[in-house]
């Protein structure tokens, strides 16, 4: 990380809210892509299902147990920050 120009005053505020929203937005995007990526998982999942093939479908399901389990930690993870922030705001 960059050793910031402004220790003090408002430009150091601003620059460390810019800091923040910033990477809130690009965890908002890659948190957008996972949902994204485990929405068609499942389309793609019940395809395999009523076409009974099961290689496919175990496969899509390990896949799928992955991506909900990498959506649910995010949602731990932004639920403790977000708590931790009214703490520290």
């Known amino acids: ?12 505020d601003i620059e460390e809210r810019l800091d923040d929203f910033s990477s809130s937005m690009y965890l908002q ?26 290689d496919i479908a175990d496969t899509l399901k390990t896949q799928l147990d992955f991506l909900e389990n990498v959506v649910s930690l995010a949602n731990n993870n932004m639920t403790s920050f977000m708590v931790d922030k009214l703490y520290y705001d």
Do not use: C, H, W
């Open 29 to 54: 995007k890659l948190y957008n892509e996972t949902i994204e990526q485990l929405i068609q998982t499942q389309m793609a999942y019940d395809v395999a299902l009523r076409e009974q093939n099961e």
């Open 1 to 12: 990380m960059n050793k910031s120009f402004f220790m003090v005053g408002p430009f150091a």
